[in-house]
């Protein structure tokens, strides 16, 4: 989370559309089951991207990584009324409860889950994506944005999840075995430094970097 006090977290979430009890619901059942709860998304960020996705209308949504299904039901407002949300997640400990909620919300039946290595299962998919949320493996997301890049249409926008690492990017002096720092800094500079798209880094949260396919 960015350095943002309590008060001014409050009053955000105060006057903002107030989480679904569904959400609620999850997160509750999140921090119960599972170890690192904090990987959830959450009330703001589930919001904005509810709000992304609305305002994009996509056919094709691509999540990767998708824990108890916070962000994936989220992000499913926004399809068509044909749309599919894809979300991959190598971890099949937490499916259960991601089925669960998913299958409960208002557009579950517009999400297909899939458990696996998304750098494996990526590539097997046909299908040109409108949007697409990276929030897997902080050291492999170059190698995500490597792969998806092609199947993202032109005009459409490619999401990435905690590019800030809690200011970690900052540190002078990051270590070379810190490699969830060393990755999202390699990240950052790969989106900045490529012409095919313009990118906005947003400080929402633990960092989300906007990206564009011009
Ligand atoms: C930060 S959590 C996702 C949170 C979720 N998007 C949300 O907002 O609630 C990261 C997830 O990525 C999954 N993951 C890690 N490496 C992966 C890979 N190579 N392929 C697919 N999923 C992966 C982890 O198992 C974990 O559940």
């Not at 070379?176 to 950052?188: A, G, I, Q, R």
Request: with cysteine; proline share 2%.
């Amino acid at each position: 989370m960015m350095n943002f006090s309590k008060d001014f977290i409050n009053y955000i979430s105060s006057h903002s559309s107030p989480e679904d009890s569904l959400l609620q619901e999850l997160t509750r059942a999140t921090h119960l089951h599972a170890m690192q709860a904090r990987m959830l998304s959450g009330h703001i960020q589930g919001k904005f991207l509810e709000f992304i996705s609305k305002m994009i209308s996509p056919s094709n949504i691509l999540e990767i990584g998708t824990f108890t299904g916070y962000s994936a039901i989220c992000l499913a407002q926004g399809l068509t009324s044909g749309g599919i949300l894809h979300t991959i997640d190598i971890d099949d400990e937490l499916r259960y409860l991601a089925e669960h909620f998913i299958s409960r919300s208002s557009a579950g039946n517009k999400i297909r889950l899939y458990t696996g290595d998304a750098l494996k299962i990526i590539p097997q998919m046909d299908i040109l994506f409108d949007l697409v949320f990276i929030d897997g493996d902080k050291r492999e997301y170059t190698a995500y944005y490597s792969l998806v890049i092609e199947k993202v249409r032109k005009g459409g926008y490619i999401i990435a999840d905690n590019v800030l690492w809690s200011g970690k990017v900052l540190d002078s002096n990051v270590k070379s075995n810190d490699k969830f720092t060393v990755e999202l800094l390699k990240f950052n500079d790969l989106v900045q430094n490529d012409s095919r798209v313009e990118n906005l880094l947003l400080p929402v949260r633990d960092g989300m970097m906007l990206i564009r396919i011009s």
